[in-house]
């Protein structure tokens, strides 16, 4: 048999919707020693990794720990807990994201009352109470607190909450893109179960879903009629796995832990508000030189995310072909619309350690020549000298 070729990986810049780039010291950590699942010393770091999450999450609900698996995961989990057939759940669709909500929340027997508006919009309060209003007893609001597909910060969430708990039902919230990015404050804003991902705000490699879950909702979990749908994500059964009786539940990944530990002592350490300021100081100067390159943000004005920045595809120029030239020519890649936005737009990823300066900086230079040699006509001006105006008022 011929020698099998060597595993050839290119290091690229991870400037799209996630993942991100990690940082030294979390790959290092990922590289460590594998232990047993019920190590002594791994069921330590288990303990460790729930205070840093509930730190992260600005909250104190027992219940937070990463589940084994994508946000995709935190985010079924999120609902097949809570959900029983026949519950009545409200889910705000104006994005990708939403759209999936929707989906699982139909597939373990609810019946969905979608607030559907047009992606790259806002959801209103008023469109949820309408919503509750139609519903006999409401069981979940769910809406996305930053959705992905369009770069749209979703606002209002508090005032969602209040709105679901007087309508007698929990507040579920998507913080994917947010968590470690933009303020999520879980406790304060009266949240029942949020859910997020390794790979995006938090700077760790994909595979591991953090997800805190409150007293309300755990209390609804616990007096379910019937089982949860899933064995694996049934969070009864996670509790016993993650808790005092460490049950054996399943085999977690371990190097996948201790990546995301240090990722989470390094958000720590620059702190939080620190952090949510870096990423809006970062976006402020990428957008300030796309808008020297004439080019059109896709988001709404006021409602735009920091660490995702939705672009419109200036007319007569090749989405795709632009993207594939910043892989090819500058390593970087950045990430295509979805859904209806395929084609329309691009997403520009600042996320965790890439909200920085250089990354904003040899990105405009990198699409500037791309989009020159496109035909593309861009007005007087540099790009990189309006970004540099940003940084020199307080991005270091």
């Given at each position: ?227 949860c749908r899933s064995w694996y994500l049934d969070i009864g ?160």
């Amino acid at each position: 048999m011929e020698p099998l070729p060597k595993l050839k990986i290119p290091e690229r810049i991870l400037l799209g919707a996630g993942p991100t780039n990690v940082s030294a010291r979390v790959l290092e950590a990922l590289g460590r020693g594998v232990v047993g699942h019920l190590d002594p010393e791994f069921l330590q770091l288990m303990e460790a990794l729930k205070s840093l999450l509930r730190e992260a999450f600005c909250s104190k609900n027992p219940i937070t720990f990463a589940i084994s698996g994508t946000g995709s995961a935190a985010q079924e989990a999120s609902l097949v807990n809570l959900i029983e057939q026949d519950d009545e759940v409200v889910i705000g669709v104006n994005g990708l994201f939403g759209s999936r909500l929707a989906e699982m929340a139909d597939r373990f027997g609810a019946r969905a009352h979608k607030v559907e508006v047009e992606w790259g919009r806002i959801i209103e309060v008023e469109q949820i109470e309408a919503a509750l209003k139609r519903c006999r007893k409401p069981k979940l609001v769910a809406v996305v607190h930053a959705e992905t597909s369009t770069g749209v910060h979703q606002p209002y969430v508090p005032e969602m909450a209040e709105l679901a708990h007087r309508y007698g039902a929990l507040m579920v919230l998507d913080v994917v893109t947010s968590l470690g990015c933009v303020p999520v404050e879980v406790d304060q804003w009266q949240i029942d179960a949020a859910y997020s991902c390794s790979q995006k705000g938090l700077g760790a490699p994909p595979g591991l879903g953090p997800l805190t879950v409150s007293e309300r909702a755990l209390a609804t979990i616990r007096s379910r009629k019937t089982k949860c749908r899933s064995w694996y994500l049934d969070i009864g059964l996670l509790e016993r796995y993650w808790g005092q009786e460490r049950l054996y539940h399943h085999t977690a990944p371990i190097n996948l832990n201790y990546a995301l530990y240090e990722a989470l002592r390094l958000v720590l350490e620059e702190g939080l508000a620190a952090r949510w300021e870096r990423h809006r100081k970062s976006a402020a100067a990428l957008q300030a030189g796309l808008g020297a390159l004439g080019l059109k943000l896709a988001a709404p004005e006021g409602f735009r995310l920091p660490q995702l920045t939705s672009i419109r595809v200036p007319d007569g120029i090749d989405e795709a072909k632009v993207r594939a030239q910043l892989l090819k020519r500058f390593n970087t890649e950045i990430g295509a619309g979805l859904g209806p936005l395929k084609g329309r737009i691009w997403r520009i990823g600042l996320m965790a350690d890439n909200a920085n300066p250089q990354r904003v900086l040899s990105l405009l230079d990198a699409l500037e020549e791309i989009l020159r040699e496109a035909g593309l006509e861009i007005p007087r001006g540099s790009p990189r000298l309006a970004a540099e105006s940003m940084i020199a008022e307080g991005l270091n």
